[in-house]
């Protein structure tokens, strides 16, 4: 399992649905940046970072290979999401 080291929550303010941006720190050698916690029609996501395609469509740049681990990192996202608030 992933070791986070550190995360770091830089909450937006405003009405969108787009509530913070989120950097993690995975065994103090690596970081993730732009990571998206959105409001969604069924509660809070995480949408990692990602990049727009001359098609118009949009491909993660950097994401978990499996349930476990985005299940793990939202957990742990959020909780310092809700830290800050």
Known sequence: MLNIT???IKKLDG???MKAVASITIDD???IHDIKIVEGHNGLFVAMPSK???DGDF???A???N???RAY???RIFSAYEDIE
């Open 6 to 8: 550190d995360i770091r």
């Open 63 to 65: 994401h978990p290979i």
């Open 52 to 54: 727009k395609l001359p």
């Open 59 to 61: 491909r993660d740049v």
């Open 15 to 17: 009405s969108g649905k």
């Open 73 to 75: 990192l939202q957990q």
């Open 67 to 69: 349930a476990d681990t």
């Open 29 to 31: 050698a690596f970081v």
